[in-house]
C-alpha cells in the first residue's frame, strides 16, 4: 500500500505514462535475467576442460524479484493516473474494466505458467512467458501512444503548420515561444519540453552565491581561528 500510494505522488508529479514506462523497462531488465535457465559451460583449454557455471543465484533472484515488486507497485498507480487523464468522464466503468483484466490475468497466468513449463521443461520459463507479455505490452504502448499523437496532430494540422510557418519576429510563433519561456517551457518543432523559467534561474544563482559566501566565511574562519 505505502509503495502505491508513492507511485501516485511520482505519477502526479511525472505523469501515468512516463512513470508506467520507466516500470515496464525495470521489469524487463529483471526478468530478463531471471529468464535466464541454469547453465553449465565447458571450455576446452590448452591444459584442459574448464566448466562454469552460470546462472541466478538465491541472493540476486531475491533482490530482482524485490524489485520487480517495487516496480509493479508504481505500476498500478500510475495506470489508474494515466485512466483518469484519458477518460476523466468514466473512471468507475474503466476501473472495473482494469480491475477485471487483472482479475482474468492472476487467473490465467498460473495456468499459463504450468503449460510453458511442461512444453518447455525448463523452471524459468515462466519468466520467460512474463518477459515475452512486458515486451507485448510495450510495444502496444508504444503504437497506441503514436496513434494518439497522430491524431491529436491531425485534428490541429492547420494551426500546427500556421505556427511552423511564422519566424519572423512578432509572429505568433515566437510569442508563443516566448510565453511559453516565462514559464519554464521550451517550444521546439518537435514539441514542447520542460525547462527553467527566468525566475527560477535568478533563484539557482542566488542560492549558490549564498552557499559559495558561506563556505568561503567558513574556511577563514578556519583558517585565522577568529
Not at 484519458?86 to 482479475?103: A, F, K
Request: a positive charge.
Amino acid at each position: 500500500g505505502a509503495i502505491r500510494a508513492l507511485g501516485g505522488w511520482a505519477s502526479d508529479k511525472w505523469g501515468g505514462n512516463t512513470v508506467t514506462w520507466w516500470v515496464m523497462w525495470i521489469s524487463l531488465g529483471c526478468l530478463f535475467l531471471l529468464s535466464y535457465p541454469p547453465t553449465t559451460m565447458i571450455v576446452h583449454g590448452i591444459k584442459g576442460d574448464k566448466s562454469f557455471e552460470l546462472g541466478v543465484g538465491l541472493v540476486l533472484f531475491t533482490v530482482l524479484i524485490f524489485v520487480i515488486g517495487l516496480a509493479q507497485g508504481f505500476g498500478k498507480a500510475s495506470v489508474y493516473r494515466s485512466l483518469a487523464g484519458h477518460y476523466p468522464t468514466s473512471m468507475g466503468v474503466v476501473g472495473g474494466i482494469v480491475g477485471v483484466i487483472g482479475g482474468l490475468g492472476g487467473f490465467t497466468l498460473p495456468i499459463m505458467f504450468g503449460i510453458a513449463a511442461d512444453v518447455i521443461g525448463v523452471r524459468s520459463s515462466c519468466f520467460m512467458l512474463m518477459t515475452l507479455v512486458i515486451v507485448v505490452t510495450m510495444i502496444w504502448m508504444w503504437v497506441a501512444e503514436r496513434n494518439e499523437r497522430e491524431g491529436i496532430l491531425a485534428q490541429h494540422a492547420d494551426a500546427r503548420a500556421a505556427l511552423a510557418g511564422s519566424d519572423a519576429p512578432g509572429s505568433a510563433w515566437q510569442q508563443l515561444r516566448a510565453a511559453m519561456s516565462s514559464v519554464g517551457w521550451t517550444l521546439t518543432r518537435k514539441g514542447a519540453r520542460r525547462g527553467q523559467s527566468p525566475v527560477d534561474r535568478v533563484l539557482a544563482r542566488s542560492a549558490a552565491k549564498a552557499t559559495a559566501a558561506g563556505y568561503l566565511v567558513q574556511q577563514e574562519y578556519l583558517v585565522r581561528g577568529d
